[in-house]
């Protein structure tokens, strides 16, 4: 039992708290029997108990010493039934084939693979077309600062542009009507 209190102090814990845990842990089978009652059912007694007991551990320092635990543990256990019961009140149980049967908006869920197709199709553009057309559609530039950078002639700047854009579509819808494959 010494090696305990030693551990305790420690470990920093109170003895005055090791006390109050020895009479907590000794309100816990009433408290049980009571939650039980209150609540009618063992898994929310189970619940009810454990809540009231991190509370009033937690809250340890407003127990005045020389009162009647049981009936502070007790009164917490109460009100934390009656709290969850309100609570309950303003939630609707799920019914699991009327939320099967709930439709979303689809065209949501379309984006996601659009993006990623869209990616893959701008990483198979050869090099040239596929940083000529992301400095133009992403980052805003001009022709005139594309052909700078690629160090080409405005013309062929827009020519890897339209290209590239061409390309893009063609591998996202398929070629359009009319075209020929050349």
């Known amino acids: 039992m010494s090696n305990v209190i030693a551990l305790r102090a420690e470990v920093g814990l109170d003895p ?23 609540s009618g059912d063992d898994d929310r007694a189970e619940d009810i108990v454990q809540e009231a007991l991190a509370r009033a551990w937690q809250h340890r320092g407003a127990f005045r010493p020389g009162t009647n635990l049981g009936a502070w543990v007790f009164t917490i256990a109460r009100n934390e039934f009656y709290s969850t019961h309100r609570r309950a ?5 799920l019914d699991q084939t009327e939320a099967e049967g709930l439709t979303g908006d689809r065209g949501d869920q379309i984006w996601p693979i659009v993006l990623s197709d869209t990616l893959k199709a701008v990483a198979a553009l050869p090099d040239a077309l596929r940083e000529a057309l992301l400095l133009v559609a992403a980052n805003g ?41 050349a």
């Not at 090791?18 to 009433?30: D, K, T």
């Not at 009140?89 to 149980?93: C, G, I, K, L, V």
């Open 16 to 38: 005055a708290d090791s006390s109050f845990g020895a009479e907590l842990l000794a309100v816990v089978p009433r408290l049980k029997a009571f939650a039980r009652k209150l």
């Open 141 to 181: 530039c001009s022709y005139e600062e594309v052909a700078r950078i690629h160090h080409c002639p405005i013309g062929t700047a827009k020519s890897r542009v339209s290209r590239a854009r061409r390309a893009l579509l063609a591998a996202l819808n398929g070629p359009p009507e009319g075209s020929q494959a």
């Open 89 to 93: 009140r303003r939630e609707a149980p």
